[in-house]
């Protein structure tokens, strides 16, 4: 139980770091008007719109990322100095 503070933040920055990935890829597309592209290569029609929402996860997941991390290192640091109690 105490390892998963540690792979918890790794999982959720590998899917953060994809997010944005994908919302850097998705940017460089040349859309229509209609705000889609299609890329003859994949055969696959893309909506400007996916590219919000990976945006919108991609902030979420540094936010929770900061966080749960933020929250590691005030417990390592009142373990440290003597203060910890015993949950």
């Known amino acids: 139980m105490k390892y998963i503070r540690y ?6 920055g590998l899917i ?20 889609t592209f ?3 290569q994949d055969g696959v029609v893309y909506s400007e719109q996916a590219k ?4 919108i996860f991609a902030l979420l997941g540094l936010v929770l990322t900061g966080v749960i991390i933020y929250r590691i290192i005030k417990n390592i640091q009142t373990t440290t100095n003597g203060t910890h109690k015993n949950r």
């Open 7 to 12: 792979i918890a933040p790794l999982i959720i």
């Open 16 to 35: 953060t770091t994809f997010c944005v990935w994908m919302y850097v890829q998705r940017g460089k597309f040349e859309y229509n008007a209609e705000g």
């Open 38 to 40: 299609f890329s003859p």
């Open 52 to 55: 919000d929402i990976y945006g």
